[in-house]
């Protein structure tokens, strides 16, 4: 059977910002920006879009079918054989709901039999304990996790999309309030924040007839794991916090791609926490197990290292509307394969890993490459 390749061909997020900043701006103005900039990456009209998928997080109930604001219906199940479509995960961010069980509830309860629930936000206590066990099993400093916050709000300073682009010495990082005791400042969570992100998906055959080829950007695959039996049977801070999904995911990708971990340029992850970002460099394979604070010390998490991670300035200082996060993060690595990336730009970059996570509990991995390399490196 032949394989189905997809490309991205087009790609548009909105800049993300602080909930209620402008008080005339809501979520379906966030979704037409980042479709319209999308669609005229592509340079493709609205009409030719077959199929779209609309993804949101703390949003009523059809909102997602609302972010549809360019088209007044879409049904999203038709039986057509899609030659194109787009994604456009849009996020307003409200207040959680109380009126229901809470989808973390299990991992909640495990952490607390392992150790005191302390006063801080869930999340981040949560991904705070993943990282004071790193600490514990392997020797980990509190200077590894804020040297991870330092260089993503460095590199966030080049991103014109992103929410925040101050940059601060690690003494300002580690100086900052604190969060989790011991292992998390303010300066190393992301903050909450209003956005939106699009990509155009097309077929080999689309790209062809349109003559895409030099923008291309293929899906070399892409994987999806949930929490595995051992999140909750081993007993582990990190485990809980998602270590073995994104393992077994990461597992799953490299091993149908033909790829190894060492053959990628640049990387967008889930840093949520600088703590999670320390855990995934090495459920990645990025560096070997309890290898992290050394790969970080070497600098082979930034420009002149083994790769770039987070170039965009990843969550911490991009910003995170929970909605918008992976296709931000798709956009980012497709301008870093076109060579768009501008001040950003890794050089050199031409295979690109996508980490994106989601506790109670799911995980997605992606690679991408250019499609055509040669119609993209052909002179004009």
């Known amino acids: 059977m032949t394989k189905t390749r997809v490309y991205v061909i087009g790609v548009g997020m909105t800049k993300f910002e602080k909930p209620g900043r402008r008080a005339d701006v809501c979520y379906p103005d966030f979704a ?22 609309t993804g949101y997080v703390y949003g009523d109930s059809t909102c997602g079918q609302r972010g549809h604001i360019l088209h007044p219906y879409w049904p999203l199940t038709h039986d057509r054989d899609p030659k194109l479509f787009y994604l456009a995960p849009s996020d307003r961010s409200f207040h959680p709901y109380f009126d229901r069980a809470n989808p973390m509830e299990r991992h909640i309860t495990e952490m607390s ?41 460095k590199h966030s300073v080049n991103n014109p999309y992103s929410q925040f682009r101050d940059e601060y010495t690690l003494e300002q ?52 794991a949930s929490d595995p039996a051992s999140t909750f049977a081993d007993k582990s801070l990190m485990k809980i916090a998602g270590y073995d999904m994104t393992a077994l995911a990461t597992q799953r990708l490299f091993a149908k791609s033909g790829y190894k971990p060492q053959d990628v340029q640049v990387v967008e992850l889930h840093d949520c926490f ?52 992976g296709l931000a993060q798709c956009a980012e690595l497709c301008w870093q394969l076109r060579g768009l990336a501008e001040k950003r730009q890794v050089t050199g970059a031409k295979l690109a890993l996508q980490h994106n996570l989601g506790l109670g509990g799911a995980v997605v991995v992606a690679l991408y490459r250019l499609g055509f390399p040669g119609a993209a490196n052909a002179k004009l």
């Open 32 to 53: 037409k920006e980042a479709i319209t900039k999308a669609l005229q990456d592509a340079n493709i009209k609205y009409e030719e879009v077959q199929q779209a998928v």
């Open 113 to 153: 039999e392992l150790t005191e629930i302390g006063p801080g936000p869930m999340a981040a206590q949560i991904f705070g304990n993943a990282g004071k066990e790193h600490m514990k099993k392997y020797g980990t400093k509190p200077e590894h996790f804020g040297k991870i916050a330092w260089k993503n709000h």
């Open 173 to 224: 990082i580690m100086k900052s309030p604190q969060v989790v005791e011991g292992v998390l400042t303010k300066l190393q969570c992301c903050p909450t924040s209003d956005g939106s992100g699009a990509a155009i998906l097309a077929s080999e055959q689309f790209v062809r007839r349109h003559g895409l080829e030099k923008q291309a950007v293929e899906i070399v695959g892409m994987e999806m």
């Open 274 to 325: 600088s703590a999670n970002e320390l855990v995934t460099y090495e459920a990645l394979g990025l560096c070997g197990e309890g290898k992290a604070g050394e790969f970080i010390d070497r600098g082979d998490n930034t420009y002149g290292g083994k790769f770039v991670v987070n170039p965009s300035g990843g969550l911490i200082s991009k910003g995170h509307p929970l909605g918008a996060t």
